[in-house]
C-alpha cells in the first residue's frame, strides 16, 4: 500500500501549500525552489554625512537592536557599509537597509567610497577600483535607494552636487523611479519655522527636477513618529516594475573605474589634484645663487 493510500484504498487528498497549490509528496520541491519563494528586498541609504542615514536604518529595526551606531557630532560615524535586516520582513518579503558612508568625507576619497559601496551592492563580491569579480558574486539586486537629506540645509553647493552627481550616475534613469528623495531631522525644527522649511525645500527639489520627472518620490522623515519608516519603504513595495540600476548592469561589461559613477568620483580627484598644481606653479621659486 502507498504512502497516499489508507485502509480502505483511497488515497488521501494532495496537501495544499499556501497559495493553494497541491503539494506532491512523491515529488516535493527541491532546495533552490523553496529557496525562490524568500524575495530579498535590499534597499540603499544614501546621503551627505549627517543627514541622519543612521537614524534611519535604527528606525526601521527591531525595538531592542542596538547594532546601529548613531553620532551625535556632524561627522560621520558610519566608514563601512553594512546590511540590516527591518522589522518590515514579512512572509516571503525580507526588507534589508544597506546603511552607507557619505560622499565628500574629508577622511576617505570619493572613490574609496564608492568602491565600498560598489562591493555592498555586489555582495560580498570582491571590487575595487578595477572592478568587481564575479565570481565571486552572489547578490540580489538592489530594489530601491532612499536618498536623505537635512531639512535644515537647503543649500546646493559643490559638494552637496557632485554627491548627488554620483548617486544619479549609479542609478541610471531607469531605475529612477525606484529612488525616494527624503527630507529628515524635521523633529529638530522650531514648529514656528517648520512652514519657512518646508517652502525651502519645496524649491530645493527644483535641483532635482530630472529625478523627480524619471519617477521618484519626495517623503518626509519624522523620527519621533509612531511608525515613521514604513510609508517610505510602502513605496518599494507597491511599484511592479524592478530594473536594475545603472552600475549594477556595467559591472558586467565595465571596472568599477570606467564606469559613469566612477568617472564623477575620480573627476573630482583629478580636479583637487590640478587645483592644487596650479597653486603650487603660482609659488614662486628661489633662484639659485
Same mark, same amino acid.
Given at each position: ?9 483511497? =488515497? ?40 541622519? =542615514? ?18 551625535? =557630532?556632524?561627522? @560621520? ?52 577600483? @578595477? ?106 513595495? @507597491? ?51
Amino acid at each position: 500500500m502507498s504512502k497516499q493510500e489508507d485502509s480502505t484504498g483511497q =488515497k488521501d487528498p494532495p496537501r495544499d501549500t499556501e497559495e493553494g497549490h497541491p503539494v506532491d509528496d512523491a515529488h516535493p520541491p527541491s532546495q533552490e525552489q523553496s529557496h525562490s519563494t524568500t524575495k530579498k528586498i535590499r534597499i540603499l541609504i544614501m546621503g551627505p554625512i549627517g543627514s541622519g =542615514k543612521s537614524s534611519f536604518v535604527k528606525a526601521a529595526r527591531e525595538p531592542g537592536h542596538d547594532d546601529v551606531e548613531i553620532s551625535s =557630532k556632524v561627522d @560621520s560615524c558610519t566608514h563601512e557599509c553594512t546590511e540590516y535586516e527591518t522589522k518590515y520582513s514579512s512572509g516571503r518579503n525580507k526588507i534589508f537597509l544597506i546603511d552607507t558612508p557619505g560622499f565628500e568625507d574629508p577622511q576617505t576619497p570619493n572613490a574609496n567610497t564608492l568602491e565600498k559601496i560598489a562591493k555592498q551592492i555586489n555582495e560580498g563580491a570582491q571590487c575595487d577600483s @578595477s572592478g568587481c569579480d564575479k565570481a565571486s558574486s552572489i547578490s540580489e539586486p538592489i530594489s530601491g535607494l532612499i536618498y536623505l537629506h537635512r531639512c535644515t540645509d537647503t543649500r546646493f553647493d559643490g559638494d552637496l552636487k557632485v554627491n548627488f552627481e554620483i548617486i544619479k550616475a549609479m542609478c541610471g534613469p531607469e531605475f529612477y523611479s525606484r529612488v525616494v528623495i527624503c527630507s529628515t531631522f524635521w523633529n529638530h525644527t522650531l514648529k514656528d519655522r517648520l512652514q519657512q522649511h518646508k517652502t525651502r525645500m519645496e524649491r530645493f527639489l527644483e535641483h532635482f527636477e530630472e529625478v523627480m520627472k524619471g519617477g521618484a518620490e519626495y517623503r518626509e522623515f519624522w523620527k519621533d513618529e509612531e511608525d515613521p519608516c514604513s510609508d517610505i519603504l510602502n513605496h518599494f513595495l @507597491s511599484q511592479r516594475n524592478h530594473p536594475k540600476m545603472a552600475i549594477e548592469h556595467e559591472f558586467q561589461k565595465r571596472k568599477l573605474n570606467e564606469t559613469k559613477a566612477g568617472h564623477v568620483a575620480g573627476d573630482r580627484v583629478r580636479q583637487a589634484e590640478s587645483w592644487w598644481s596650479s597653486i603650487l606653479r603660482m609659488i614662486p621659486r628661489p633662484h639659485p645663487i
